[in-house]
């Protein structure tokens, strides 16, 4: 079985073995020609699978246990991760939100709290905030833009639309017991950006990759926000980000 599928403005075709990437990705379907296509193989759920244990295993946590059609899933996607920064578009671990038309990426190491803040956006704005992915957004960083896209791979609680919005700001979080915010230089930033950042195992994808992390990092406005996950956090990071 085979369909095309928009992503990040690129038309993908899949070629895949089990059903539930097709499932996954329907709301970004779409016709005409394909710019490139994926096709796994087993090989490919098998890496998927020692990945996820060697994982497991690295946070000392009970290996868990996945079916064919879910690893395919996170194949397929690590395949057009690699293909993607030959379009200035890279893959990003974050939660994105976008307010007014604008959007707004929180990110962190795993368990610090992106979904969760982003979520007190959500409960501080209502309708006027959008969630744009929670979990793997694309990023395209071309012609002095920056534009951040939803995809359907978007973490644990399935939270994301086929939009794409104007990045406005990236914010890294940690915990703390009282919430304060303080804008960033590149540089500091650069280590952060480039962690979350999808690092392809290609050597001429990631060449690619490195500066458009660079150039991201040069056009938005960059924060460091320590929070204690209550409300009150994101009323100061959404006043301090949005200049409101």
Request: glycine letters at 6%; charged letters at 25%; aromatic letters at 8%.
């Amino acid at each position: 079985m085979t369909h095309t599928y928009r992503f990040a403005e690129q038309i993908v075709e899949i070629h895949a073995m089990y059903p539930d990437v097709y499932a996954l990705c329907a709301d970004y379907r779409t016709e005409g020609r394909a710019d490139f296509s994926v096709s796994t193989t087993p090989r490919h759920i098998a890496f998927e699978r020692e990945k996820s244990a060697r994982e497991d295993a690295a946070a000392h946590r009970a290996v868990r246990e996945y079916g064919d059609g879910y690893l395919e899933t996170l194949a397929v996607y690590r395949m057009i991760a690699e293909k993607m920064p030959d379009y200035d578009t890279f893959l990003f671990h974050g939660s994105c939100i976008a307010v007014d038309g604008a959007g707004y990426l929180f990110t962190a190491k795993s368990g610090i709290g992106k979904s969760t803040h982003a979520r007190l956006w959500r409960e501080l704005l209502g309708d006027r905030a959008v969630m744009v992915n929670d979990d793997k957004p694309l990023i395209r960083v071309s012609g002095g833009s920056v534009l951040v896209y939803g995809t359907p791979w978007d973490g644990k609680h399935n939270l994301s639309n086929n939009v794409a919005v104007p990045l406005r700001a990236v914010c890294v979080l940690e915990q703390a017991a009282e919430n304060r915010i303080r804008e960033t230089a590149p540089g500091e930033a650069l280590p952060t950006l480039i962690q979350q950042a999808y690092r392809p195992m290609d050597p001429a994808a990631l060449s690619k990759t490195l500066p458009l992390i660079d150039r991201l990092a040069g056009s938005v406005k960059l924060y460091r926000l320590a929070c204690n996950m209550d409300l009150s956090a994101a009323e100061l990071s959404y006043h301090t980000m949005s200049g409101g």
